[in-house]
């Protein structure tokens, strides 16, 4: 609240300046994965600066974009061979990424036309995945849908058309919710705002998701002394089952 | 109770982990098999990536093996110098393995592969104990003595040379066919992610001809040393092995060997002999139908390079 207050007081200040800008900010600048990590909220809020300060009696609509790092991927097709399922053609995509969330105040097709949503990235329908070259445009698209699906089904790609509340046509927030399963790494928020089909605003702002304490202890170790930690996992497993041996032995 | 595991990535029911992890281990005691055949199928299926849920089976088999191993090792069950040759054979085979696995891997149908070499290999070993318990059953219901065995040992392996004496086990046989058996169930630790006591037991009843009490606790006696190989080849070639996620496993699955080598004094050998069958058929046909049904899902994503 003391931010949003913060960013209200920042407005007021800055209000009178020319063209429409966009002020933002984070609820967190990093997100920590824990032990006890089950997933966690972004909330993305800011204010609307008006040229003169005039507020317009029909807010502008706002759309908010969530990536995550990108990342090649490559879908297979199942398909059946003498009665067994197998991964047979596949497509690679070179940049698809590991997150992607929208949130807008209206649904994106009503927001602005296809060119503009696609120049912008808004909706997970103008991701630029960029299939390998050579594949055919309607095969690759066929495959694109297919990692779209497993992608949404995941909770990894979001799309929500009611995901922007505005408040009295100046203030904007968004809730993100990242699931359990959000990659590591760098992550922008891009705050877009729309009028009449155009965009006039954008900003962005960045933000890391990483693992902290033990997690990222392991996780270290595991990648820099991969020696030591094949040993240690090893020698854990051999004292677990000593000791449940001893433990249970009196008991004969 | 959810857990965040740091190389999976994901959030599991550590409750559910430990209850999975038990159930294989009571199989594990009671039959003288790692579970590996089990654990990884269903870590996988509980959406653990593969890479992580064959390597962590793998350092989980090497805990309850222990626990089961000396149960055995009290009761004087294990043949350390059989338990060597076997071992022996196993880091060859371990080795040997890792090439033939990066071959596959190239090819690019390396989880249709192992799904297909798992129901070949389930189904076969499956259907030959289920044949043999249930005869013995069948006898000795009828009030006969049970039927003779065969032969001491197939042909071949009697004509190996350099012979040496197994007292553990009661053979006179040569070192050449444990040695290779070993390999061979080596090469498919790493492939498949499993310890291969379910291959390793079976050969040792019908190839090498071994004493029968000798046989579980000598099988996880080497399956403890190759697994733990395999960990250390996961944990610094794929970096794969997420120790929380082991430890979750053991902590359910050294209890329940406990139980299950307790469980196994209790029945007789040709009723395990049937258990264990009939455990290995079920996963070969759930293996199977995994197979030919239409997937829900038409595609199937590789992430990286």
């Keep these: 609240m003391a931010r949003i207050a913060l960013a209200l007081g920042l407005w007021l200040a800055l209000a009178g300046a020319a063209p429409i800008r966009l002020i933002t900010q984070l609820s967190q600048a990093r997100i920590e994965i824990n032990t006890t990590f089950r997933g966690s909220e972004m909330l993305v809020f800011g204010a609307i600066q008006y040229p003169q300060g005039t507020v317009p009696d029909a807010p502008p609509d706002i759309a908010v974009v969530v990536r995550g790092p990108s990342a090649p991927v490559t879908v297979r097709q199942k398909a059946r061979i003498a009665g067994i399922w197998v991964n047979a053609t596949g497509v690679r995509f070179e940049s698809v990424p590991g997150f992607y969330a929208v949130a807008a105040t209206r649904p994106i097709t009503q927001i602005a036309d296809e060119r503009t949503t696609a120049i912008y990235e808004i909706g997970i329908r103008n991701l630029q995945l960029s299939p390998a070259s050579g594949a055919d445009d309607g095969i690759s698209r066929t495959f694109e849908t297919g990692l779209i699906a497993a992608r949404q089904k995941a909770g990894l790609f979001t799309e929500r058309s009611d995901g922007v509340q505005i408040t009295r046509g100046v203030l904007y927030a968004a809730r993100i919710a990242l699931p359990a399963a959000v990659p590591v790494g760098d992550y922008t928020a891009e705050i877009h705002l729309v009028r009449k089909g155009r965009v006039l605003a954008s900003t962005s702002a960045p933000f890391v998701i990483d693992k902290s304490g033990f997690e990222r202890w392991v996780y270290v170790m595991a990648q820099e002394n991969s020696l030591a930690y094949g040993l240690a996992a090893v020698m854990a497993a051999l004292a677990a089952g000593a000791l449940a041996a001893l433990v249970t032995r009196r008991r004969w | ?305």
Excluded: C
Excluded at chain 2, 32 to 47: A, K, M, R
Excluded at chain 2, 212 to 226: E, M, R, Y
């Design chain 2, 1 to 305: 109770m959810d857990i965040y595991l740091p190389i999976a990535e994901m959030s599991v029911n550590a409750l559910l982990i430990i209850l999975m992890g038990g159930a294989v281990g009571f199989l594990s005691g009671m039959f003288g098999v790692g579970g590996g055949f089990l654990t990884t199928p269903l870590l996988i299926f509980y959406g653990i990536p593969p890479a992580v849920a064959v390597a962590s089976s793998a350092t989980q088999i090497t805990g309850s093996s222990v626990s089961g191993a000396l149960a055995y090792w009290e009761r004087g069950q294990v043949d350390l110098r059989m338990g060597g040759v076997l071992v022996a054979g196993g880091l060859v085979g371990a080795g040997l393995g890792q090439i033939v696995f990066s071959v596959l891997q190239d090819l690019g149908q390396i989880d249709v592969v192992i799904s297909l070499i798992y129901v070949l290999f389930l189904s076969v070993i499956g259907g030959l104990m289920l044949r043999d318990a249930l005869a013995a059953l069948k006898a000795a219901r009828a009030g006969e003595a049970p039927p003779a065995r065969r032969s001491r040992h197939l042909p071949w392996v009697a004509a190996l040379p350099w012979k040496m004496r197994f007292p553990g086990s009661g053979l006179y046989i040569s070192p050449l066919a444990p040695l290779l058996l070993g390999a061979a169930v080596g090469i498919l630790t790493v492939i498949m992610g499993i310890g291969g006591g379910f291959i390793m037991v079976p050969a040792m009843v019908y190839i090498l001809g071994m004493r029968a009490q000798a046989v579980v606790g000598t099988s996880l006696f080497q399956i403890i040393f190759v697994t733990a190989a395999t960990t250390m080849l996961h944990a610094t070639a794929s970096k794969s092995v997420d120790i929380v996620l082991a430890l979750l496993l053991l902590l359910g699955g050294v209890t329940g060997a406990q139980l299950g080598v307790r469980a196994a004094q209790k029945l007789s050998p040709d009723r395990l002999r049937l258990g264990l069958a009939i455990v290995v058929l079920a996963v070969a046909g759930v293996l199977l139908i995994g197979l030919t049904l239409t997937p829900a899902e038409p595609f199937a994503l590789f992430e990286g390079a």
